[in-house]
């Protein structure tokens, strides 16, 4: 026996053994070969053997015991489970139980709405790699611009924006609004569902559906038409062709008392109407700015707040770069604020805003009675209007740099031609005709692309169309009212009355993203979609159109307004359907845009082809535009100046006695559009650094006169109105002048944004007497109330001795003069040798460290400061890309801001008359980081491609590294910033899907700071691997660098000798921050150079 | 030496020549005895403190760091300030224990017992604010170097983590120096109690201890041995401490002389608040004839030479400031006097080095109420140093862009409160469990209790050292 058993183990053992051998394949592993000798076992075992027994029961042969020797398991074992007869604590009970509850909690806690269809990546989509990002063109529509962009999703989620290169206007360049507004998609205080609201008193509607609001509107519409009332509709600029045709058209087909009202906030109809006055065409040309050698900017903020920023400071910049052959332009401002523009000045003149037009006038009596150039001297008209303008007598009386004014004289008489003048939008008509008339007189006129010209789609409402709307809205003749995503009620002048006026129109309609002024006094609020869910095309100037695709379906029960105006073309609910409008869309550029490009048989093939092509593009250009849409506007093109308009005008601006207020664009939320955009908010004022508030800007004159501090609040009385506005000193503000930002205050908001700041519209006026933005007879008071302003940078007194110019003294900032540079290239490097280069050698002292040498690839970057503006759009940039949460305005106080990039400024000079420098400071990545040395640790540690890393999940958050950073650019998790902002909306179930996935999102106690986007080099060094090449440094862009306007970013590879940031990072303007402390950073700035008359610039010397 | 000996003569270490049964008697006194109301009240305010300091504790670890004033660019402040006190105020009670017993100054007898209590009641409050002054304290463990499953391995070029390793060593130290002091005195009390409970517990902890030759000379083996590795320990430990700045680039941080002016900045500290409590305590218990003020003065003194070295170490700053040309370095130091924070550097400077020179005259020295409110001072001085030290160069370091002020929150204020509520409510405890001062050491200093060789006026030969 024993031995047939071990045959068959022994057969086992073989089998496994060969098993395991991978012989398998040799082996007959049939059953039934082993089923005979396995009874064979069985049969054997049955015989009793003496020697060997199990039990005494056994050994007697008990025969219970050889009953049950043959079943394998105890008698009931086999049995099926009766939970009920089971014990209460048995296994069984409790497996059965636990699996029980677990169905229960599985189905009956789910929170599953059924979303429609779910298409599982394992049936991938076209184009699509799970993990890999996809870009789609589209345009931005955070203001009147319309910037091309290119929108970053992954796995269907937008997450990023930036600038669409073929775009021509913004050429791959987009500003903070843009790069901020992934933020606007995902508010979770969006606009659901529709809400009927059925009584206009009562602030709570209820949700209806789509379809009975689409009934109960087309009835409203219809039964206004049949009575003969008007239909407003009510909107900001309108400047897509088709949604030109659909209102002006089709709308007014369908209900043909309809009558579309478009107004601005804050807009160039002053510049316009001026330019229109002088020459006939109706919007100011395109100017080439990178022509211009001197720029006189008036009150002009073309590189901060103007609309065509993005492209002006592009086109600016090109002009401020060392090392691409250009000369420098020069930059002359005159300003009472201060402004982006005027603190990037070569020049900066501080001159009361009402004083601006005297200034012009008394240039141009300079030019055209003095000098005599231009033919103007001998019309007599002109120089009737010039001839009481003195500068030597406006010189003494405003008490101007005379020097400085015969500087920027012999400046434009020498350029002629090759100089442009701008006036900032809040000057009055006037003032424009007088700055038309003096490029004009230099011939600058030159600079203005004859080809290329702005159109308007749908001309601004004019004061008197609104007032007639208004008095209509009075006077019952208005049936309905619709606000076509816009917000009259907090945008329009409060002497219009609107607000009151809309309150006796029976149907109000807004049609909003979200909750706002307007739509609370409305009786139906229509979600719509956002720009990342909607279809659109526009055009701003005449030789190309962009287009607007969705690139996310939309998140909430939201139409895109093109949709919601079309279902009620068509009369009936039950015409709408979701791609509505972009067969309307397609349809439209089909017979316009894309029509030459069909063949004869009108192929809808070649068409779709064309369309593709244009939605991949995202904008169209050539012959097809220029003819489609252009030609309306080209028959009233320039014809020649007329002097009739200035010999017609009346140039009264005159200094007043009183206070001048200027009403500015808010320099990150827009016109409270953004206002509950955190990250905008929170993004620091270009000049001030305060975030979260607007306030009146006043000047250390005025301050000291009226015994003002930051922070108090004073009461400003204009024509307009009245307003209770904290009070901040500004440096460089000329006396006399205050400045307010606009678009803030927001009462009907999401929760971010509600009453943050003073509404400022209060005080526009329709009747101003200069300019809607713009009063002379303000009166202030102080009042006893203050009000706190925290900025991200402190305020320290930068004109006592031992603060003053301290950033040059540390040589943080270091400056140059263009003339300087021209004459001694080397000038800045030269300036430290005090010793000759065998001396320095002998001088040199060894580190005690061994510096590693990063043989492969070494990340640096380069920061250009004569093209750095310090508008902050890469620490929009950054935040968006790096999730960077957004901690309040209490938290700012408390300079826990979480920015890994910010923009230095610093000032110099006096306060009365500061210059300001601007740095942009991140993570120096030092090649001897003073953060890593002091981790215990050691979360933060260099890797070999010279990035100075953090790992999150190892930091303790003990702050040493932050303590030792010389650059404070490391930021801590005081708290975890996402669940104390504003009773923890950030972490609202929306807003995680706008996090970059590449990127961790950070918790409490964490320390973090810039990385060089290391996501995007990780992506680069995988595709280097895939394609089996060494990493290209140009191949990544950082996000700030992608965001930066003027380009003055480079990031690289070191080590790569052929690449632009080699050449610039050995450049003889190189020179790295705190130097002399040897922490070698890799951040390099080029130094700025000042282009003004001086050879050497006194600050230096020290 | 041509001194005569009536100027070289100590005065007796213990005064109005008590019996060995009376010091008995006296010293144990308190532990015998029902906590009496003015303890109580005493001990009503300190856990009160301590309760209050929990309090801030659990708003700090349920909302996060934040809870305190730290910013950007101060990162540390109230957490570390409290901890560098502490630790300092821990400085004094080993100096007493071991260097002066290396130096044979008997005089120590009467406070060292105290002192030492004082060190490892104060290391114990200093040691919570490392640890909590991390932003995720439950993983703090990663500062002890752990072999894990990730490989990683703390970093030990970090002072932060040589801090971890000095404070935890010098209170294992402490601790074991006190606790063998302890044994002789608590088999006294074991022989004296006639409580069961009271006796087992002194039983196990006097370790079986007889009185025997064996023991004692076993034991006073053992006691130079731990007073032999203590001292080195007292010096190191502040020097760690200090380098917790001295080897970062923070100008006014990143000097040389830290060690030796943290160690004396200890000292002084540490003796200030031995002082402040003992001229409480002797008063309170009856103990002015074993607490001397000969004791007080001979500490006074010290205290003088310490705020001295500390006040050569404040100008001796300034001057390294201007010496060395460093802008950065000279910018600091007319930021610290003169700058916004200078209130504080005043307060540093009168309280360590101006008031600490009315010492010099032995009237105020032996007088107790000055002498009281002097020590008080010398706390407060020595707490603003550690503020300015941290505070005044973190607020305005490199670049004015982040130049920021600090401002402590109510919870900061908590937990400073609470850490003092930590080491009072120890300390009283302790005061009402075990004897305050050494009995059997201060038997040993008594008139007769040791055999004495009176000196011989003579006159020694000219050259002549000792």
């Not at chain 1, 250009?864 to 957004?886: M, Q, R, S, T």
């Not at chain 2, 752990?146 to 932060?160: A, D, I, K, M, R």
């Not at chain 2, 607020?395 to 401002?407: E, G, I, K, V």
Request: glycine share 6%; hydrophobic share 40%.
């Amino acid at each position: 026996m024993d031995k047939k058993i071990n045959q068959i183990n022994n057969k086992v053992i073989d089998i496994s053994d060969k098993i395991s051998d991978n012989y398998t394949e040799k082996i007959d592993l049939k059953v039934e070969n082993l089923i005979p000798e396995t009874n064979a076992v069985n049969s054997i075992s049955e015989e009793k053997d003496s020697n060997y027994w199990r039990s005494f029961r056994e050994l007697y042969n008990d025969p219970d015991f050889i009953r049950e020797k043959k079943n394998e398991f105890m008698p009931g074992a086999l049995d099926k489970p009766d939970a009920n007869s089971l014990s209460l604590f048995s296994r069984r009970k409790f497996l059965a139980l636990l699996s029980a509850s677990a169905a229960v909690a599985a189905s009956g806690c789910s929170n599953f709405r059924d979303k429609g269809e779910f298409i599982s990546y394992n049936k991938k989509p076209e184009s699509v790699t799970v993990g890999n990002p996809t870009y789609f063109a589209s345009t931005c529509t955070g203001c009147n611009s319309a910037c091309g962009i290119i929108i970053k999703t992954i796995e269907g989620r937008p997450i990023k924006v930036d600038g669409n290169p073929d775009h021509p206007v913004s050429k791959g360049k987009i500003c903070s609004i843009a790069q901020a507004s992934v933020m606007s998609l995902y508010d979770p205080e969006r606009l659901k569902n529709p809400i009927e609201v059925a009584d206009k008193n009562s602030v709570n509607g209820k949700d209806i559906i789509w379809g009975d609001a689409d009934d109960k509107i087309i009835s409203i519409l219809k039964n206004a038409v049949s009575s003969g009332k008007e239909i407003a509709i009510v909107s900001q600029t309108i400047n897509s062709p088709s949604l030109k045709k659909l209102l002006t058209e089709d709308f007014t087909k369908a209900y043909p008392t309809s009558k579309v009202y478009s107004y601005e906030l804050i807009s160039d109809s002053n510049k316009n109407s001026a330019y229109e006055k002088c020459y006939g065409a109706k919007t100011f040309p395109v100017v080439h700015l990178e022509k211009a050698n001197v720029i006189l900017a008036l009150e002009s903020d073309f590189l901060g707040t103007d609309e065509n920023k993005v492209e002006n400071s592009r086109l600016y910049s090109e002009r401020r770069d060392a090392f691409n052959g250009s000369e420098f332009n020069r930059l002359y401002t005159v300003e009472g604020n201060t402004s982006v523009t005027g603190m990037n000045a070569d020049y900066r003149i501080i001159l009361r805003t009402d004083a601006i037009e005297e200034f012009v006038m008394c240039l141009l009596n300079e030019f055209v009675s003095k000098e005599r150039i231009s033919g103007f001297g001998s019309d007599a008209g002109v120089s009737a209007k010039l001839q009481n303008y003195k500068l030597e007598e406006f010189i003494s009386k405003n008490n101007i740099s005379k020097e400085v004014v015969e500087y920027l004289i012999g400046d434009l008489k020498k350029n002629q031609g090759s100089s442009f003048v701008t006036a900032g939008s809040m000057l009055p008509e006037s003032t424009h005709i007088a700055v038309n008339l003096l490029n004009e007189v230099l011939g600058n006129t030159k600079l203005y692309d004859k080809e290329i010209l702005n159109v308007e789609q749908i001309p601004l409402s004019t004061k008197s169309e609104i007032e007639t709307l208004v008095s209509n809205l009075k006077s019952g003749k208005v049936g309905a009212v619709i606000h076509l995503d816009s917000n009259p009620v907090f945008h329009l002048a409060s002497d219009y009355g609107y607000a009151d006026a809309l309150k006796n129109i029976p149907n109000v309609i807004s049609i909003t993203e979200s909750q706002n002024e307007s739509s609370a006094m409305s009786n139906y609020v229509l979600p719509i979609n956002s720009m990342f869910e909607s279809w659109g095309d526009f055009q701003n100037r005449n030789n190309f159109m962009s287009l607007q695709q969705p690139v996310i379906s939309p998140l909430y029960n939201t139409r895109q307004k093109e949709e919601i105006l079309l279902t009620w073309i068509k009369g009936n609910k039950s015409e709408f359907n979701i791609d509505i409008y972009h067969k309307y869309l397609m349809d439209n550029w089909k017979a316009t845009v894309l029509k030459s490009s069909g063949d004869e048989n009108n192929n809808d093939g070649q068409f779709m082809k064309e369309w593709y092509a244009a939605l991949n593009d995202g904008v169209v250009s050539g012959e097809t535009v220029l003819t489609v849409s252009g030609a309306a506007v080209l028959t009233a093109a320039s014809t020649g100046f007329k002097s009739e308009a200035v010999s017609n005008c009346n140039f009264n601006l005159k200094p007043g006695n009183d206070f001048i207020l200027i009403l500015n664009r808010s320099t990150s939320i827009g016109d409270g559009r953004y206002a509950n955009n955190g990250w905008l908010q929170e993004l620091p004022k270009p000049i001030s650094r305060i975030v979260w508030d607007n306030f009146a800007a006043i000047s250390v004159q005025t301050s000291k006169a009226l015994n003002l501090k930051s922070d108090d609040k004073i009461n400003i009385t204009t024509q307009g109105g009245k307003l209770e506005v904290p009070v901040f000193v500004q440096p460089g503000v000329a006396e006399g002048v205050i400045a307010i930002e606009l678009g803030y205050g927001r009462s009907a908001c999401g929760i971010v944004g509600k009453d943050v700041g003073v509404n400022a519209n209060k005080l526009i006026s329709k009747n101003a007497t200069i300019s809607q933005w713009m009063y002379n007879d303000a009166k202030i008071e102080k009042t006893s109330d203050t009000y706190e302003l925290v900025s991200t940078q402190e305020h320290y007194a930068f004109d006592e001795p031992l603060l003053k110019d301290i950033q040059y003294k540390r040589e943080i900032i270091q400056e140059g003069t263009y003339l300087q540079y021209k004459e001694h290239p080397h000038f800045l490097h030269d300036r430290h040798t005090k010793y000759s280069e065998e001396e320095t050698k002998k001088l040199k002292v060894g580190s005690i460290n061994e510096q590693y040498v990063h043989t492969g690839t070494k990340w640096g970057m380069v920061i250009d400061l004569n093209k750095c503006i310090g508008c902050n759009d890469c620490a929009a940039a950054c935040n968006v890309e790096n999730n960077i949460p957004i901690v309040g305005k209490d938290q700012v106080k408390a300079n826990r801001e979480m920015h890994w990039i910010r923009i230095d400024r610093y000032y110099s000079g006096t306060p009365e008359v500061p210059k300001a420098s601007f740095q942009p400071m991140l993570c120096q990545h030092c090649d001897f980081a003073p953060c890593e040395n002091v981790c215990p640790v050691a979360a933060t540690t260099h890797s070999a491609d010279g990035i100075n890393g953090m790992a999150y999940n190892r930091c303790v958050g003990t702050r040493y590294c932050s303590n030792n950073c010389p650059y404070k650019v490391r930021r801590f998790n005081y708290f975890n910033f996402r669940d104390r902002f504003r009773d923890s909306v950030q972490q609202e179930e929306s807003y995680s899907l706008m996090a970059n996935p590449e990127v961790t999102v950070r918790s409490r106690g964490v320390m973090e700071k810039c990385t060089f986007c290391i996501q995007r080099i990780m992506d680069e060094r995988q595709m280097a691997i895939q394609e089996n090449r060494n990493v290209i440094g140009t191949n990544v862009k950082t996000a700030c660098q992608e965001a930066c306007n003027t380009s003055a970013i480079y990031f690289g590879d070191q080590n790569d000798k052929e690449s632009e940031l080699y050449k610039l990072n050995h450049s003889t303007l190189a020179y790295s921050v705190l130097e002399e402390i040897k922490v070698k950073p890799n951040v390099i700035y080029l130094a700025k150079l000042r282009n003004v008359f001086e050879i050497e610039k006194e600050e230096t010397h020290h | 030496m041509s001194l005569d000996s009536t100027y070289t003569r100590e005065l007796p270490l213990v005064e109005g020549k008590p019996t060995f049964k009376d010091i008995d008697n006296v010293i144990i006194l308190p532990t015998e005895t029902k906590p009496t109301k003015g303890w109580w009240i005493a001990f009503g305010i300190s856990s009160s403190a301590l309760m209050l300091g929990g309090f801030c504790l659990a708003l700090t670890f349920y909302y996060g760091i934040g809870m305190w004033g730290n910013n950007q660019p101060v990162g540390w402040a109230f957490d570390i300030i409290n901890f560098v006190f502490w630790i300092g105020i821990g400085h004094a009670g080993t100096l007493i224990s071991a260097i002066l017993y290396l130096f044979r100054q008997k005089w120590r007898t009467g406070i060292a017992r105290f002192a030492e209590a004082m060190t490892i009641f104060a290391v114990m409050t200093a040691g919570i604010f490392p640890i909590i002054h991390t932003g995720r304290p439950w993983l703090a463990g990663y500062l002890l170097p752990l072999p894990n499953q990730n490989g990683v391995w703390v970093n030990f070029s970090s002072p932060l983590l040589w801090d971890v390793f000095a404070v935890s060593t010098y209170f294992t130290i402490s601790f074991l120096f006190w606790g063998m002091g302890l044994i002789p005195d608590l088999a006294t009390m074991r022989d004296r109690t006639t409580s069961k409970i009271k006796k087992t517990i002194y039983s196990v902890l006097s370790l079986g201890w007889t009185n025997s030759n064996r023991n004692w000379s076993n034991y006073e083996r053992a006691y130079l041995i731990l007073a032999g590795i203590s001292t080195p320990l007292v010096l190191s430990v502040h020097t760690i401490v200090s380098f917790d700045f001295a080897v970062s680039v923070i100008p006014g941080w990143h000097t040389t002389i830290f060690p030796p002016y943290f160690v004396a900045g200890a000292i002084f500290s540490g003796f200030g608040m031995v002082s402040t409590i003992l001229i409480l305590v002797r008063k309170v218990f009856n103990m002015e004839h074993i607490i001397t003020i000969g004791h007080l003065e001979k500490m006074n003194k010290i205290l003088l030479a310490t705020g001295m070295m500390v006040g050569y170490a404040y100008a001796m700053e300034f001057f390294i400031a201007w010496y060395s040309g460093n802008t950065f370095e000279q910018f600091v130091f007319i930021n610290r006097a003169f700058g916004p924070y200078a209130w504080a550097y005043w307060i540093m400077v009168s309280c360590n080095v101006i008031f600490p020179q009315l010492f010099w005259s032995k009237k105020v020295r032996t007088s107790i109420p000055i002498t009281l409110i002097l020590v008080i001072l010398v706390n407060v001085g020595m707490w603003f140093e550690r503020f300015v030290i941290i505070v005044t160069s973190l607020h305005r370091d490199f670049l004015p862009s982040s130049w920021a002020m600090y401002t402590p929150t109510l919870v900061d204020i908590g937990l400073l409160i609470g850490s003092f509520g930590m080491f009072f409510t120890l300390l009283l405890l302790f005061l009402k469990v075990l004897p305050l001062v050494s009995i059997s050491e201060i038997k040993g200093v008594m008139d007769g209790a040791q055999p004495t060789i009176h000196p011989h006026p003579h006159k020694s030969n000219s050259n002549g050292h000792h």
